[in-house]
């Protein structure tokens, strides 16, 4: 074993070749491992840093994706639904309705698209599907843009993770630390679920 | 005396620390107390060589003195459940030496966690997000940090605690102490300050970017009182819905019942419970129902499982490796484990919250001796869990899977006492998990089977039920009562209810199909004859209030560390000893959730009212009067009651961010003293506390009232006492004599009842009691249910004459109180509260029953397992031969256990990721020196030790070394 060592050092290692390979090799993976850590640093602390006022978020949110860039004829849609689900054309359908595909079968009767039922003109629903659904109005991506323009430090983490209009109005409708006062109470317990600029309205105690 | 009290939590503290640390095997005998105000402390434990150090940093070290400071800016509500609050329970009474003996281990090699790495599974491709104290950058144990997120208003990601690390490093901690999964994607959202400040807030905000992530599996070692923060706990239902897995921690307010904590405490979580490396629950896990139900139903048999949770070794801050206890510990575990699982699963849209939680509560093993209300379902189980989840078919499931009332200890406290006809009806609480879908319902109605053979038509059922099952859960009560006809039999009924569980089918192309699964639910009581009125006593649930949702006192006013009366107050809860007291002396206990207009006084003896902090309905004074003058007793047990103390222990509440006004004292004396306002009794605000001797029994009362007036033909006791308001309002110590605490009464009418006054419960209630009254409550009873007066009482030499109440003004309620807000009696109205309408009382619609011919199985635990699932399909690999064991530690032994050879797959054993780049490097120097001595033309050959010493490592590298490098 040893010998056979011997040997390999003597006839191999002693090329310039071989040396200046594994010299080259090494080099090359301690340089991209050590900044590959590095990288993923800087990502850590972006999260922390506030951004300057001047300076919009560089936000990914695509609006115009239309239906011809989705893939096939599935669906994405809101999962969580007790009765209601609305998927990412904006179908508000009941759970029963839906197709194995994931998308609201639009022949059924009940099955309404860009639904506003329950949402108050501050942009608050009583039904987190129909905020999803009416939030994905077309007409609403105004809103949302002027929203993403001005969100707050607190919700970067949140937004800048979201990558179209629908993933934008599943995260936005959601309950958050804007929907409560105290802590442990709603600001409005019936219309909680907002897709617009500013909070529920505080619901007199 | 409190001065022994120090020091036995002191010795507590320091012995836990023992088994914390008993890794560092260094023989420097020092120890530091973490507080930075406590003296640093240096101890040498004499039954070992090894180190003692406590931790742990939240020791609270203002605690052994009684001080004046009533205000408190802890976080009351929501804490991390490390052991810190758990050992602070710890009397010391049962400091035993079992606890010493705990020595830490592996805790996922214990639960043979390495048969599945040995299979292949690590965890890889399943998304765990940590929510705790954050993580440091660059922790050597990790190699798949995902992403790091900080919610808090710090400005860190990083651990301070060291909480968020040992958490993280239980789930999945690739080298020394290992985790479950270490190739699992770790996300670590950092939700908790250094100094342990959280808000419902900063959860909420973040519990939606782990939705956005499609998180697979959430650990929450965190938990609080508080199940009414209805947006915490929404929350918590949509992450579920949105298929992430919560796990959380039960709490470590044990051995105390009635201590659960939220969210662990949810139908849709798997809330954890801790027990000790051999198989003990732990003293610290939290127990007993939930107590959202109450009064008027039955809680929900919590924790879901149990895993170790005492002495677990995880790791460090900075590195290296640490042992802590707390259930904060057995819900990574639990976390960890379900992550390997779901890895294990070939077909990934079977996992959901439901089905893990199938899989785990159905592979448990149970513990022998210990009640269903502390260990759930029992031990998890790693290898059986994955053998069901492994041949798991989407299905309906029940929690607990049978009802056997006769089952002890496992059922108690159903198995305490047997069923009558005429007793309030027994209510089960039973959790439907729904492996289906997100959503479902229950088909129809639940049948109703009694057994003809095993008199299952002397009972009757009715049930009551969600009707929608979500998310991915939902309850079904049931409520048990006796037939007429049973009203003098004796004897086992037995029957089962059939329930079908219904969810949309989104996979199939077919709009409207549903999923359906049938389960069947076995039931087995005890009936008895109905006991003599004068046996029978009646506990009034109704009118005790709690936190939450308001801020309602406890009745020991020292005990300002646990300023809350959370614990629900009933006699499976805070009251239990009580409860087994009076059920060994015969009596039997039942508990009203209702208004008094609704129980027929005939059939008890005794109404039991402790520590009330409702108000009354007018109707329910009357018909109070007439009960007991047809011969219905009543002993209360009250609390303090004084304004000026009340506006005194008001705080600022960190988590809620708002000043905390108390709406009653202890308990509400001036709604008591309307009640009693008839018979011309009433209690003071006076505020009282001290030592005394009562008929030979040492006897405190803590925090406790007096009588202030009381009819002259009465039995009146009094005793001397400090003045407890003055000590709290001015800091000043003052004797009071003969104060009167004890009041007997018998009614003149013929055929009349008896009533009896106390002014302190802290003497029945287990939270804080330091010495208990149960003597007296035997004798009260006796009094109220016989008539026969105590003559230890009555020949008393404390007995006075009975205060008239004259020059005393009757106690007000607090101005401005917040009470109508909790109240079912009162609502709010322009200038005073007022009553409102008196509800119906509720009314039972007994299910009809399908009578069956056929016999009962004789076991009817065994039966109950999931559908379609035969464990021995599945064929674990047999490596436990080869498996190295895992052995504890002894002293002097090296460190280097901290890796058996040969269980991890090799590429994590020889810690790959960490040393290639530094094996790379030296290669690269060694052949930059090889060149720059070749270059120079040196005659002599180039030194060949170096590299000739590094070529056995490097080819062995296709084989795990046998010896562990640390």
């Known amino acids: ?205 | 005396m409190k001065l022994i009290n120090i020091w036995l939590l002191l010795l507590v503290v320091l012995l836990c620390g023992k088994k914390h640390l008993g890794d560092r095997l260094g023989k420097k005998a020092f120890g530091k107390a973490s507080c930075p105000s406590c003296s640093h402390l240096t101890l040498k434990v004499e039954f070992s060589s090894t180190v003692v150090e406590y931790a742990d940093p939240i020791v609270p070290c203002n605690e052994t003195r009684w001080s004046q400071k009533w205000q408190s800016s802890r976080p009351l509500r929501r804490a991390s459940l490390s052991l810190g609050s758990g050992f602070w329970h710890a009397t010391g009474r049962h400091s035993s030496r079992r606890l010493l003996r705990a020595i830490p281990r592996q805790v996922a090699q214990t639960l043979q966690a390495d048969v599945l790495w040995q299979m292949g599974y690590t965890g890889a491709n399943v998304r765990v997000a940590v929510f705790d104290t954050g993580l440091s950058e660059k922790h050597p144990h990790f190699k798949n940090v995902k992403e790091r997120t900080n919610w808090t208003n710090e400005r860190t990601l990083d651990d301070g605690l060291g909480h968020g690390t040992f958490v993280a490093g239980v789930i999945a901690s690739m080298r020394e102490c290992q985790g479950f999964a270490p190739d699992a994607e770790l996300h670590i959202f950092r939700v908790f300050t250094n100094n342990q400040v959280s808000y419902t807030s900063w959860f909420l905000d973040a519990f939606n970017y782990a939705i956005l992530k499609k998180i697979d599996v959430l650990n929450l070692s965190i938990g609080g009182p508080d199940f009414m923060d209805h947006p915490f706990v929404d929350k918590v239902w949509e992450l579920t819905a949105n298929n992430v897995i919560m796990v959380s921690a039960i709490g470590n307010d044990g051995p105390l019942y009635g201590t659960l904590n939220n969210p662990a405490d949810q139908m849709d979580v798997i809330g954890v419970g801790g027990i000790d490396f051999e198989d003990n629950i732990a003293r610290f896990s939290s127990r007993g129902m939930t107590t959202w139900e109450l009064p008027g139903g039955y809680g929900r048999v919590k924790p879901d499982i149990v895993t170790y949770g005492a002495g677990v070794r995880g790791s460090g801050v900075k590195g290296g490796c640490r042992a802590l206890s707390g259930t904060s510990v057995a819900s990574p575990v639990v976390a960890g484990a379900v992550t390997l699982l779901v890895s294990t699963v070939q077909k990934r849209e079977l996992v959901n919250p439901a089905s893990v939680k199938q899989a785990l509560i159905a592979s448990a093993r149970r513990l022998p001796g210990v009640n269903m209300f502390e260990q759930g379902h029992g031990k998890l189980d790693l290898l059986r869990a994955y053998q069901i989840l492994s041949s798991y078919k989407p299905q309906a499931s029940l929690s607990p899977s049978y009802i056997d009332l006769t089952e002890c200890p496992y059922m108690w406290p159903y198995c305490s006492q047997p069923i009558y006809y005429g007793g309030m009806p027994t209510i089960v609480n039973v959790t439907i998990l729904n492996g289906m879908g997100v959503t479902g319902r229950i088909v129809d109605k639940p049948e109703w089977r009694p057994y003809l053979p095993q008199n299952g038509d002397n009972i009757e059922v009715a049930f009551s039920y969600s009707s929608v099952l979500w998310p991915w859960s939902g309850y079904l009560a049931i409520s048990i009562s006796v037939t007429k006809k049973a009203a003098s039999w004796e004897g086992i009924a037995q029957g089962h209810i059939m329930i079908t569980v219904a969810s949309p089918a989104e996979t199939e192309a077919k709009n409207g199909a549903e999923h359906t699964s049938t389960v069947k639910l076995p039931i087995k009581v005890k009936i008895i004859p109905t006991p003599p009125r004068s046996k029978r006593v009646l506990w009034d649930q109704y009118h005790n209030l709690r936190y939450p949702p308001g801020y309602f006192p406890r009745d020991n006013l020292r005990m300002k560390n646990d300023p809350l009366d959370w614990n629900g107050d009933h006699v499976h809860t805070n009251f239990r000893d009580m409860y087994q007291h009076l059920r060994s002396m015969g009596y039997f206990v039942e508990v009203l959730g209702a208004p008094f207009t609704c129980f027929d006084a005939t059939q008890y003896g005794t109404l039991l009212m402790v520590d009330s902090e409702e108000e009354y309905f007018p109707e329910e004074i009357a018909k109070l009067r007439r009960d007991v003058d047809n011969g219905l007793s009543l002993v209360i047990f009250s609390d303090w009651y004084n304004t000026s103390v009340m506006r005194k222990v008001k705080f600022y509440d960190e988590n809620t961010r708002q000043w905390w006004m108390p709406d009653t004292g202890g308990a509400n004396i001036p709604a008591l003293n309307e009640l009693l306002s008839v018979w011309n009794m009433g209690f003071s605000d006076g505020l009282y506390e001290g030592e005394f001797a009562l008929a030979n029994h040492d006897m405190y009362y803590a925090s406790g009232c007096s009588i202030a007036k009381f009819p002259e033909d009465g039995v009146v006791i009094t005793q001397t006492f400090k003045d407890q308001g003055l000590e709290v309002l001015k800091q000043e110590t003052a004797v009071v004599e003969n104060v009167p605490i004890l009041g007997l009464y018998q009614i003149p009418t013929e055929g009349g009842g008896r009533i009896v006054l106390y002014g302190d419960s802290n003497c029945l209630d287990d939270s804080h009691r330091q010495k208990d009254c149960f003597w007296l409550l035997d004798a009260l009873l006796q009094y109220t249910s016989y008539g026969v007066t105590p003559p230890s009482l009555s020949h008393s030499g404390n007995r006075q004459r009975p205060p008239s109440g004259a020059g005393l003004a009757p106690p007000e309620r607090m101005e401005g109180n917040h009470l109508h807000r909790y109240s079912k009696v009162l609502e709010a109205h322009l200038g005073d509260p007022k009553p409102r309408p008196l509800p119906a009382c509720p009314h039972l619609s007994w299910a009809k029953p399908q009578p069956l011919n056929e016999t009962a199985p004789s076991n009817l635990w065994k039966h109950q397992k999931l559908l379609s699932i035969d464990l021995d399909k599945v064929v674990l690999p047999n490596f436990r031969s080869n498996r190295p064991q895992v052995r504890p530690l002894s002293p002097g032994e090296s460190g280097a256990w901290d890796i058996p050879g040969g269980i991890m797959p090799g590429r994590y054993n020889q810690e790959v990721g960490q040393t290639i780049p530094v094996f790379a490097f030296l290669g690269a120097m060694v052949a930059l020196a090889f060149f720059v001595v070749q270059i120079s033309k040196a005659k002599s050959r180039p030194k060949r030790r170096r590299p000739r010493a590094k070529r056995p490592q490097l080819a062995q590298q296709p084989h795990p070394p046998r010896t562990p490098s640390v």
């Open chain 1, 1 to 205: 074993m040893l010998n056979l060592a011997a040997l390999l050092w003597r006839r191999l290692l002693r090329k310039r070749w071989v040396l200046a390979l594994v010299f080259g090799l090494s080099l090359v993976y301690f340089l991209s491992s050590t900044f590959k850590q590095e990288e993923r640093a800087v990502r850590d602390r972006n999260l922390l840093q506030v951004q300057d006022r001047e300076q919009p978020i560089p936000w990914k949110v695509q609006f115009n994706l239309g239906n011809s860039s989705r893939p096939s004829n599935q669906c994405r849609n809101s999962v969580q639904g007790k009765h209601l689900i609305t998927d990412e054309l904006g179908y508000v359908c009941e759970r029963k309705d839906l197709l194995a595909n994931g998308c609201c079968d639009v022949t059924v009767p009940s099955t309404k698209q860009y639904c506003c039922d329950g949402c108050l003109a501050n942009g608050c629903c009583e039904a987190y599907e129909h905020c999803v659904s009416c939030c994905l109005q077309p007409s609403k991506q105004l809103l949302l843009e002027r929203f993403l323009s001005r969100a707050a430090a607190a919700f970067q983490n949140l937004f800048m993770a979201v990558e179209d209009h629908f993933e934008l109005c599943l995260a936005k409708c959601r309950t958050s630390s804007q929907s409560v006062q105290h802590e442990n109470t709603y600001r409005d317990p019936i219309a909680k679920y907002c897709y617009g600029e500013s909070p529920p309205e505080l619901f007199p105690e």
